[in-house]
């Protein structure tokens, strides 16, 4: 096993180098995908790459979008011979100390995806707690349970090959739909996933906090993504209801 940390970043300020060096504490091979920012913040980078040999910083010059960053930095990976990157949003949400808790259990179970489970403290935002409900609900129905913990949250770590088979399914989830499309497509390809309860910051600004939501925009992707994925859950439901009579993800009820 060769473990990558895998950071999309898209104009998230001073943060930046405060996510990437905290990462850095608890895991050496760490690649930043810089999404055609331009707030300067990849210049902040500069003094931790002088003193961390696995930090790369790898430059897209136009934004593509979350998904398609991770797409990138993923292609990149397996070139690399990396067999498993571990996806964390650069904005300080992911705390870096439960990085050592998603590599164990990667090693444990080296051919399922670990899903991050949001463990929200009382500073999250109500509406962003709430409406995430709605879209696990759609994700619940187009695999027929078969085990998403939350379709929105970012820290995951998955088997490359998985990821990137999943992608080359849709020409779709390379932005703001990419957390929940990717893990559908995964629970339709039958790959076992494990929900991993996982602690969320919301900084605020005074932090140095960023957001990229934008909800009548984002919520207009998912509520597309959805209709979409609804369809090919139509013709994918005899393939599910046998492997849900098989006794569906064999993960489901294992305890992180």
């Known amino acids: 096993m ?3 940390v895998l950071i999309p970043s898209y104009n ?26 331009t707030d300067g913040s990849e210049a902040l980078l500069e003094p931790l ?39 964390i949003d650069a904005d300080g949400q992911h705390p870096s100390h439960d990085i050592p808790r998603f590599i164990a259990l990667c090693e444990k179970y080296p051919g399922a995806v670990m899903m ?22 759609w994700a619940n129905l187009e695999t027929l349970n078969w085990g998403i913990p939350d379709t929105l949250f970012g820290m995951r770590l998955y088997p490359v090959p998985l ?25 339709w390809q039958g790959v076992p996933m494990l929900a991993v309860p996982t602690t969320v910051r919301y900084l605020t600004q005074e932090e140095g906090g960023v957001s990229q939501f934008r909800y009548f925009r984002d919520n207009t992707v998912l509520t597309w993504m959805h209709a979409r994925l609804l ?26």
Request: no cysteine; proline share 6%.
């Open 12 to 37: 998230t300020g001073r943060i930046l180098p405060q996510t990437v060096a905290e990462v850095l504490t608890h895991w050496p091979d760490v690649w930043v995908v810089m999404d055609g920012s």
């Open 231 to 256: 369809f090919g859950f139509a013709w994918r439901l005899p393939l599910l209801l046998l492997r849900l009579g098989r006794g569906g993800n064999p993960l489901r009820k294992v305890s992180a």
């Open 116 to 137: 991050g489970t949001p463990v929200f403290g009382p500073e999250a935002p109500q509406l962003r707690v709430q409406g995430r409900k709605i879209s696990n609900m």
């Open 49 to 87: 790459k002088e003193t961390a040999p696995g930090l790369k910083v790898i430059s897209l010059e136009k934004n593509g979008g979350k998904g398609a960053a991770v797409l990138h930095g993923t292609r990149l990976a397996h070139e690399a011979g990396y067999s498993h990157v571990l996806t």
């Open 163 to 187: 990821l990137l088979r999943a992608f080359r399914g849709t020409i779709w989830a390379r932005r703001f739909d990419y957390d929940t499309e990717i893990a559908v497509r995964l629970a």
């Open 2 to 4: 060769k473990i990558l």
